[in-house]
């Protein structure tokens, strides 16, 4: 029998596509079911009659057919051109959702000093002097020979329009992987309609119903999907879904969000790991990476967000999201897309640099792009005036690195050095006020809000910890001020506070503290006031640390970096403990009367810093750190003051934490 209907639906007017293919203007394959119905698991149909009941129709000759589908095609691609020019689609609050990006890339964007500037240059020139020459009556050698550097000049171009385009790419690796079910992607859209999930809200992003352009796009194809497109819906799915999976949500409790969730992480992470991503840059590529660069700080995975980092900074450069110029001609909403991830990426990279102590990607000297307009909407202004003065807070952790850390810097004279510490701090203190004083009481998700204006002060006096440190350089005589001791107590304490507003809370709320406030400094204040309780035999400094210790206790299940601090202060604080009560001081640094802590000089140099030989308990180390470990560790920190994040990425930190 199903030979029989295979066989029918063959030779009848199943010439023709089914009615899905006919609705979304793509070409069918006219198989029974066709590729196209079953690959988005929806009934296949001709003209009522359902893929699995086909009916006896009249033959028309494979000529009819043929013209039919031209007909068909012509009119499909006659449709997109004039949906693109005349009809933009709109979106919540009178926003416009618009393409972000096509299966081509962008003109890559070079600067004046660049050659291929120079020939766009000399191009004119050919063309000024050909028209000279036929106006002067030159020689016609002459004449051909302008003619001929004019061509060639117009030929070159970086990228060539031979190469095979993303789209084709992207077909052939992606074209049998499964798609969400329609009827979970359709309740998907009908939630972030009615209330944007909390992902996109707290990180600003622009087109809040960006997820429904895509999934008209790619389950409604007219073209090729673009591994941009598809990379970063699995990644917008991946949060919204997890988002609504840890609210409740109603309207989704019949599907299995949990199910849904990881089959985006994987598809997320396949076409971000992809070599199509590498190529041929996208706004929509760019934003894929920045969700992934989002994701990687929440596993703790520094290095890979270093790398995708690197590779969204080149794709910045190549499209020329770092120069306003380059928005010039796109429409405003298209331009707050654009500016939107350049300053994301931009406030990430600053934050990672400073703790890596790397150099930054985004130079400020090379950027003039506008900041992004904060919304009209009472619920969404709140989010980006926080967003825009992380984005300050951001840039001051540059300066930090720039003015304080780099090797520039150590060529500063110590009065400049001490102008730029002064002046660090004070931009510092200044920013945190000014986000303290943002109402955040009409936003939507008000209590994160609260949250984050309640943490304000541990991220500043983490950071203001950092620019304290530098006030002394590498083997100087005072390794740690009493300004910096000061501020790494006052961050603890902070610390703690935060603590106590989060702890009561659900998980994925403690979550969204590790990730956001106590992973994003360098966590700099902790080794600090443990050196210094171990330097003065300080029991308040001991219990400040023990305290932390307890805190971090409670959470270092809830990820990979809140279990990798726990371990390293934990460590810590069992040495402190053993050196304070039995009064036995850190070797190498003195107290001074100001609270300095002085690392006195001898005659072969600045002493080694070691800790006490004294009688260790069994259980002062265990497998993860030894004594020898802690003593390295203190020299890396305080005597060749390195980062503390740098160090606990070395491999001797790493070796020791397995």
């Keep these: 029998m199903a030979d029989r209907t295979h066989s029918l639906a063959k030779n009848s007017f199943r010439a023709r596509a089914c009615d899905n293919c006919r609705v979304r203007k793509i070409k069918c394959d006219k198989a029974v079911p066709c590729s196209s119905c079953g690959a988005l698991g929806i009934p296949c149909r001709l003209a009522g009659v359902s893929a699995n009941v086909s009916e006896p129709r009249r033959n028309v000759s494979g000529q009819y057919e043929q013209k039919f589908d031209a007909i068909q095609e012509q009119l499909a691609v006659i449709n997109q051109v004039l949906t693109q020019i005349t009809q933009p689609s709109t979106t919540a609050a009178g926003s416009v959702s618009v393409p972000v990006s096509s299966t081509h890339a962008a003109l890559p964007f070079e600067g004046q000093s660049s050659f291929h500037h120079e020939t766009l240059l000399a191009k004119d020139a050919a063309l000024s002097a050909i028209s000279t020459a036929h106006n002067t009556g030159l020689n016609d050698h002459v004449s051909a020979a302008l003619s001929s550097l004019k061509n060639s000049l117009a030929n070159e171009h970086p990228f060539s329009n031979d190469r095979p385009t993303e789209a084709g790419l992207v077909s052939s690796s992606h074209a049998t992987e499964p798609f969400l079910p329609v009827d979970l992607v359709v309740a998907v859209v009908r939630a972030v309609k009615a209330k944007p999930p909390f992902f996109l809200v707290s990180h600003s992003w622009r087109d809040l119903l960006q997820v429904e352009s895509l999934c008209q796009s790619i389950y409604f194809p007219l073209n090729p999907v673009p591994i941009g497109s598809l990379t970063l819906l699995y990644g917008l799915l991946y949060y919204i879904i997890r988002d609504y999976l840890h609210e409740g949500h109603s309207d989704l409790s019949q599907f299995d969000l949990s199910s849904s969730a990881n089959l985006c992480e994987r598809r997320f992470y396949s076409g971000l790991n992809s070599y199509e991503m590498m190529a041929d840059p996208t706004i929509e590529k760019i934003q894929a990476l920045l969700i992934g660069i989002i994701k990687a700080q929440e596993e703790f995975d520094i290095q890979r967000c270093w790398t995708y980092l690197s590779l969204a900074f080149n794709m910045c450069q190549t499209i020329g999201l770092h120069r306003d110029s380059t928005t010039k001609g796109d429409s405003s909403a298209l331009a707050e897309t654009k500016r939107h991830v350049f300053w994301s990426l931009y406030t990430i990279d600053k934050n990672i640099s400073l703790n890596l102590g790397f150099t930054s990607h985004f130079q ?29 807070f951001a840039t001051i952790q540059g300066r930090v690195y720039d003015e304080l850390y780099s090797v520039s810097a150590s060529r500063a004279s110590d009065q400049e050095r001490l102008n730029a510490i002064e002046k660090l701090a004070l931009d510092l203190i200044a920013v945190r006020d000014k986000l303290l004083a943002i109402d955040v009481s009409p936003g939507l998700y008000a209590d994160s809000l609260h949250g984050m204006a309640a943490c304000a002060d541990f991220i500043t006096y983490s950071v203001l910890t950092v620019i304290y440190r530098a006030e002394t350089r590498p083997r100087n005589a005072m ?136 009688s260790w308990p069994e259980d002062t180390f265990d497998s993860t750190m030894s004594q020898a470990d802690i003593s390295m560790f203190l020299n890396d920190f305080i005597g060749a003051n390195r980062s503390v994040m740098d160090i606990l990425n070395s491999n001797y930190m790493n070796d020791t934490l397995g």
Aim: with cysteine.
């Design 479 to 614: 390794a740690i001020s009493s300004r910096c001791y000061e501020a790494s107590t006052l961050a603890l304490h902070s610390h703690l506070k935060c603590f106590n507003y989060f702890r009561g809370r659900q998980t994925h709320k403690q979550i969204e503290y590790v990730h956001w406030i106590l992973l994003y400094p360098s966590f700099a204040p902790f080794v600090i006031v443990f050196t210094h309780a171990i330097t003065t035999a300080n029991n308040a400094d001991l219990s400040l640390l023990q305290e932390t210790v307890k805190s971090l206790d409670l959470i270092k299940g809830l990820s990979r970096g809140s279990r990798h601090l726990y371990t390293i202060c934990e460590a810590f604080a069992r040495a402190a403990q053993v050196l304070v009560e039995s009064q036995q001081t850190l070797m190498g640094l003195e107290q001074h009367q100001d609270g300095s802590l002085v690392i006195p000089a001898t005659i072969n140099g600045p002493a080694n810093i070691s800790l006490p030989d004294v």
């Design 364 to 392: 400020d000297h090379d950027i003039d792009t506008a900041l992004f307009a904060p919304s009209d909407h009472e619920q969404y202004r709140p989010w980006d005036l926080m967003t825009l003065v992380t984005l300050e």
